[in-house]
């Protein structure tokens, strides 16, 4: 199993940015597909963003597109979610999720999963 950790979370306010990051752990990176998704108060983890495990395909949200921007560095064993144009909507608590074998938006198809970095966006 891979270890994740993510870090770069914090408070901003609308319109700003913020960068996450999701290290990995005890076991090659790039031998993972990866995704981030969120969990608000009182409501389902839902996905954001994925990247294949070279990083050559990536997909998004139709509530993130445009405005936030998944990548990796297999080197340094780190993925990154770059936001921008933050929005309240958009606070939430961001998990990295890693998979061999699947590369979806399905949170149930991931089986490696970090605690979390909680993402606040105030108006």
């Known amino acids: 199993q891979v270890q994740l950790a993510e870090s770069g979370g914090g408070s901003v306010q609308a319109g700003g940015s913020l960068r996450l990051s999701c290290t990995a752990s005890?076991?090659?990176?790039?031998?993972?597909?990866m995704g981030w998704f969120r969990q608000a108060p009182g409501k389902e983890r839902e996905f954001a963003a994925a990247?294949?495990?070279?990083?050559?395909?990536?997909f998004y949200s139709d509530s993130v597109k445009g405005r936030f921007t998944i990548s990796r560095d297999n080197a340094k064993n780190t993925g990154y979610l770059q936001m921008n144009s933050l929005k309240p909507e958009d606070t939430a608590i961001y998990y990295c999720?890693?998979?061999?074998?699947?590369?979806?938006?399905?949170?149930?198809?991931?089986?490696?999963w970090g605690q979390g970095t909680q993402v606040t966006v105030s108006s």
């Open positions: 005890g076991r090659p990176f790039s031998n993972y597909a």
């Open positions: 999720a890693a998979d061999v074998a699947h590369l979806t938006s399905t949170p149930y198809d991931y089986d490696n």
């Open positions: 990247i294949s495990w070279r990083g050559e395909e990536t």
